[in-house]
C-alpha cells in the first residue's frame, strides 16, 4: 500500500533504528516515552475497567492499541492522559502525552476555524485569564503546516473532510508540544486516499522522535506498524506484530467475535472481519 | 423625519428605557451565543419561568425584585437539577424538566393573585421596560459588565468545552466546572433582562438575535457582534413601536427578536439557494 518503513512484509524489526524493539528490557531509557507495569484503571466507585497492562513506548515507535469495543483502549489513554489514576501498578512519563480524538466526537456545526480548533492546544500552557498570544498563534499556524494544512487556516472546521478535520486535531495535539500522541481510531471513515495521507504523516512524526499509540481496528495496518497492544479488558499480548498476531491473540483479543479469511497464506497476512464498531459516548 | 426618530427619546423614561434595552442587547447578544451553541434554550426559559414566584414574593414584600429574583432563580435552579436527576428514569429529563417549572410558575400566580401584590400580576409576566429606574439600571449595568468579563476571560475554556468535551477534558479543562459558570451566568442574565422584559418574554432577548445571528454568520466573534446589534435593532424598534402604536414596549420588543430572526431565516434560505444556484 503506502510507502512504509514496515511495508511489504511482516518482518517489522528489519529496521535497524528499531532493533531493540523485540527486546523490551535492553531499550535504553533515553529512548522511551512511556512504560507501563502492571497497570491496572478503574473509573471512580468501580471494578478496574482493564488490568495487567506492561507495554512501553519508545521514541518513533507507532504502536497500534487493538481491542473490541469496550475493551479498554479509551480507558488505558485516558489514564496516559492523566484523567484516571492508576488503580495498580505505575505509568512512567518521560514527557507530554496529547489525545487525538476522534473527529466525530466534535461539533462540525461549531462556528470555529481550523486555526481556532489548533489553537485549543494552547490552553494548558497559560494561565486561564490570558488570551492567546501571537506566539500561540504563531505556534497553531506552524502545526496546521506541519500537517499540510497551510492553506485550510481560516477554513471553517466542519466544512473541511474527514482526513483533513483529523489533521487539523492532530496540530492541536503538537501544538501542545507532547512527544507522546494518542490518536483514538483515526482513520474511521476516511477514504483511501486520506488514509494512505494520514499514515504517511504519522509516520514522518514518529520519525522526529514522537511516540504515537494508534487505537485501531484495521488489522491490516496495525501489521505494518512497530508493535501491537493487544486488550480485552486486560492485556493480551504486546510485542512486533508478526510474533504476536497470532490466531490465539486475536481471538482472545475479540472474543472469538473475529472471522478469518482464507487467502494470501503466503505473505502471513490474515484478513479478517471485524464487528461492526459502535461508538459509545462518554459522559 | 428625524423628529420622529427623536421625539420618543425626549423624556426621561424613554431614554431610561432605551438605555436598558441597550443593556439587554449587549448581555442577550454575546451570552446568547453560547446558550444557542450549548442547546441551553430550554434551560434558559425554565430558569426564567421557574423565578416567578421569587419575583412575586418581592413584590409582597416590598423588597427589590432583583433580590426576589436571585431568590427564585436558585430555588429554581435547585428544583431543576432536582428534577432532572430523580426523574430522568421514571418519566424522562426534559419532562420532569417541565413539571418542576410548571408548579413553581403556578405557585407564583397563585401568590400574584392575592389582592396585596402591589405592581400587579402583569409588570412581572411581561416586564415594565418603561418603568427602569436609575437604580434598577445600575444594577443592571453591574451584572452586565460582570457578565462580559467573565465571557471574555473564559472564551477559550468556553469554546474548547463547546466544540468538544472529551478533548477538552484531554486538555486539562473541567466540562462540568465550564457547565455550572455558563449556568450562572445564564441566570445573572435572566435576573438582569427580567427587570425589562418580564418573565414570559426574557427568554426571547437570549436566544433570538443569537439564533438569527448564527444563521448569518460563520465564526463566533462575528455572531455576537451581529447578535449584539439584531438585538438594538429589534430593542430600540420596539420602543418606537410602542411609542407610535402604543403597544406594550417588552411585548413589542419580543416581536420584533422573533421577527428579526425570522428575517434572518429567510435571509440564509435565500443566500443558499443562489449558493446552489450559482455553484
Not at chain 1, 492546544?121 to 488570551?131: F, K, M, S, V
Not at chain 1, 506566539?135 to 487556516?153: C, F, H, K, P, S
Not at chain 1, 512527544?179 to 481510531?185: A, H, M, P, T, Y
Not at chain 2, 451565543?33 to 414566584?53: K, R
Request: charged share 15%; net charge neutral.
Amino acid at each position: 500500500m503506502t510507502a512504509d518503513r514496515a511495508g511489504g512484509g511482516e518482518d517489522a524489526r528489519a529496521t535497524p533504528e528499531r532493533g531493540s524493539c523485540a527486546h523490551p528490557e535492553p531499550t535504553g531509557p533515553a529512548r522511551q516515552l512511556v512504560r507501563a507495569q502492571g497497570l491496572a484503571v478503574a473509573y471512580p466507585g468501580n471494578a478496574p475497567a482493564l488490568t495487567d497492562v506492561t507495554f512501553e513506548l519508545t521514541k518513533g515507535e507507532r504502536i497500534a492499541v487493538l481491542g473490541p469495543n469496550g475493551g479498554g483502549k479509551t480507558t488505558l489513554f485516558r489514564a496516559l492522559l492523566g484523567e484516571l489514576r492508576p488503580a495498580a501498578g505505575t505509568i512512567e512519563l518521560r514527557d507530554r502525552c496529547a489525545s487525538v480524538p476522534q473527529t466525530e466526537r466534535s461539533r462540525l456545526d461549531f462556528p470555529v476555524s481550523a486555526l481556532d480548533v489548533a489553537l485549543m492546544g494552547t490552553i494548558p500552557t497559560r494561565a486561564w485569564w490570558r488570551r492567546p498570544s501571537r506566539v500561540d498563534r504563531a505556534a497553531a499556524r506552524a502545526a496546521l503546516g506541519r500537517v499540510g494544512l497551510t492553506e485550510q487556516v481560516h477554513d471553517t472546521y466542519g466544512e473541511l473532510s474527514g482526513g483533513q478535520r483529523q489533521r487539523v486535531l492532530i496540530a492541536r495535539a503538537l501544538v501542545q508540544d507532547a512527544r507522546v500522541l494518542l490518536l483514538d481510531e483515526p482513520f474511521t471513515g476516511l477514504d483511501a486516499t486520506s488514509a494512505a495521507g494520514l499514515e504517511v504523516l504519522l509516520r514522518e512524526l514518529a520519525a522526529e522522535g514522537r511516540g504515537i499509540l494508534i487505537a485501531t481496528h484495521d488489522l491490516e495496518q496495525a501489521r505494518r506498524w512497530d508493535r501491537v497492544l493487544c486488550l480485552n479488558r486486560r492485556q493480551i499480548a504486546f510485542g512486533v506484530p508478526a510474533q504476536t498476531l497470532d490466531h490465539e491473540v486475536l481471538a482472545a483479543t475479540y472474543g472469538g467475535a473475529i472471522v478469518t479469511l482464507p487467502g494470501e497464506p503466503a505473505t502471513g497476512v490474515h484478513h479478517a472481519i471485524l464487528p461492526p464498531h459502535h461508538h459509545h459516548h462518554e459522559h | 423625519m428625524l423628529d420622529a426618530l427623536l421625539d420618543p427619546f425626549g423624556q426621561a423614561l424613554m431614554q431610561r428605557a432605551l438605555l436598558e434595552v441597550l443593556l439587554l442587547a449587549a448581555v442577550g447578544g454575546t451570552l446568547g451565543c453560547w446558550i444557542v451553541l450549548g442547546g441551553l434554550s430550554y434551560g434558559a426559559e425554565s430558569l426564567a419561568h421557574g423565578m416567578f414566584p421569587g419575583l412575586v414574593l418581592a413584590a409582597l414584600a416590598g423588597v427589590p425584585l432583583l433580590l426576589g429574583g436571585a431568590a427564585g432563580i436558585l430555588v429554581a435552579a435547585l428544583a431543576i437539577a432536582l428534577a432532572a436527576r430523580v426523574g430522568r428514569d421514571r418519566i424522562g429529563r426534559d419532562d420532569a424538566i417541565a413539571v418542576a417549572v410548571t408548579t413553581l410558575f403556578g405557585l407564583g400566580a397563585l401568590l400574584a393573585l392575592s389582592p396585596a401584590v402591589p405592581v400587579g400580576i402583569q409588570g412581572l409576566l411581561f416586564g415594565d421596560v418603561l418603568g427602569t429606574s436609575r437604580g434598577d439600571l445600575l444594577a443592571g449595568a453591574a451584572l452586565a459588565a460582570l457578565v462580559a468579563i467573565v465571557l471574555v476571560l473564559a472564551h477559550q475554556r468556553l469554546l474548547a468545552v463547546g466544540f468538544d468535551r472529551g478533548g477538552a477534558r484531554a486538555l486539562g479543562i473541567a466540562p462540568v466546572a465550564v457547565d455550572a459558570l455558563l449556568l450562572t451566568l445564564l441566570a445573572l442574565a435572566v435576573l438582569v433582562a427580567v427587570q425589562g422584559l418580564g418573565n414570559l418574554l426574557v427568554v426571547a432577548v437570549l436566544v433570538a438575535p443569537a439564533a438569527a445571528a448564527r444563521l448569518l454568520t460563520r465564526r463566533l466573534a462575528p455572531m455576537m457582534a451581529c447578535a449584539v446589534v439584531l438585538g438594538v435593532l429589534a430593542g430600540v424598534g420596539g420602543l418606537y413601536v410602542s411609542y407610535y402604536a402604543r403597544l406594550a414596549a417588552g411585548a413589542s420588543i419580543a416581536g420584533l427578536l422573533v421577527a428579526v430572526w425570522l428575517l434572518a431565516q429567510a435571509a440564509s434560505q435565500i443566500r443558499k439557494r443562489m449558493l446552489v444556484a450559482s455553484g
